[in-house]
């Protein structure tokens, strides 16, 4: 038989030992720790944590008492010395940012960091308690690719005939890699669902960091530019898998005056900012025009006159070596005629006195 005397303090005992790590006297945090167990060398990390606590009659700033040396450098508290309990407020959220270096060493690694405020009222003795928890650091790295995201909310943005049909995608990448959804496709039914009247795929304009959620922008460019009000139904998929198939409401507007009359403006502003000085898109194409034609000029008249040049020194080179002939067959003359006379002496009978 149960004795519920002594199973009712014992089960006390468990509950407080069980929580008395997230809470302690009015002070707790939601969820108490930092997990991710397959974080890439190089990846990205948020984690948003809820502080709670239940006296908010004064200000109380947050202190972290950080214990995590293997891997301290990697974790930044968002606006950690500002991070505190305005007056009447009884909760804040502090965001932890992981950056994981590109180098680090694939293993596990573990700390603890004690967040805690000053207790608002005194104890015995004019004495203060601080008010504390502990958060759980438990990070792992690996080269294991995860590649998987949710999509959290779709809004359609204001449209208007003979424009794009623009959505805010609301996306949770549960990812250790950034990414961007590949193939969204749009299918616009009638307000009865009964016609499909157009399919456009969708063209995503931004990424979404690894473990973070983010808002991205999503154009759709249909053949369909009636003014009307339709159904929109949207499939989002990741690879082979469709993670998203909801239909939306989709209202393509008349264009009116005004409108057309703004967008001429923002399309001049746009090209003003292109080409300097505002001058007129005529104008610059024929000023580019003019600076072709006379680099093309200026091109040629350098080559014809490096030709020239070298003409010159070709015609320089060929009077020297004429010259150089010219005065080689003079010498080989002189020399063949002191030849001969060398010889016609030589043939000459000599006198000799001894002849009697």
Not at 82 to 91: V, W, Y
Not at 208 to 214: D, E, G, L
Not at 306 to 327: H, I, M, P, Y
């Amino acid at each position: 038989m149960i004795d519920f005397k002594k199973t009712i303090p014992t089960l006390f005992l468990i509950l407080f030992t069980l929580t008395a790590k997230t809470c302690f006297a009015g002070f707790g945090i939601s969820p108490p720790y930092v997990f991710f167990d397959n974080l890439m060398p190089g990846s990205h990390y948020e984690q948003s944590i809820s502080l709670i606590r239940s006296e908010t009659d004064k200000e109380a700033k947050v202190l972290i008492q950080r214990m995590i040396p293997e891997i301290d450098s990697w974790i930044t508290i968002e606006n950690q010395n500002d991070l505190k309990f305005a007056q009447g407020d009884g909760k804040v959220v502090m965001k932890v940012l992981v950056d994981v270096p590109r180098d680090a060493k694939m293993t596990q690694y573990k700390g603890k960091m004690l967040v805690s405020i000053p207790a608002t009222q005194e104890v015995a003795g004019g004495a203060s308690i601080a008010l504390g928890a502990q958060i759980d650091i438990d990070l792992t790295v690996s080269d294991k690719v995860i590649d998987d995201f949710e999509i959290t909310s779709v809004k359609i943005l204001d449209c208007f005939q003979g424009e794009d049909i623009r959505a805010l995608f609301g996306i949770r990448n549960k990812g250790n890699i950034e990414l961007q959804p590949k193939k969204i496709v749009m299918e616009i039914y009638d307000i009865n669902e009964q016609n499909l009247l157009d399919m456009v795929d969708g063209n995503a304009l931004g990424v979404v960091p690894s473990n973070t959620r983010a808002d991205i922008e999503v154009r759709f460019l249909p053949k369909l530019q009636t003014p009307g009000v339709y159904w929109a139904k949207i499939k989002v998929y990741n690879k082979d898998q469709i993670v998203y198939d909801e239909k939306v409401f989709l209202s393509i507007k008349q264009n009116t005056p005004e409108r057309e009359a703004m967008l001429k403006d923002m399309k001049n502003k746009i090209q003003n900012a292109i080409y300097p000085c505002s001058i007129n898109s005529k104008f610059f194409y024929w000023l580019i025009g003019l600076v072709i034609i006379a680099f093309i000029l200026l091109t040629a008249s350098l080559l014809i006159l490096v030709k020239e040049r070298r003409g010159s020194f070709n015609f320089f080179a060929k009077g020297k070596n004429n010259l150089d002939q010219k005065n080689i067959s003079e010498i080989q003359k002189t020399k063949e005629a002191m030849q001969k006379k060398n010889d016609s002496n030589d043939k000459k009978p000599k006198n000799s006195k001894f002849e009697k």
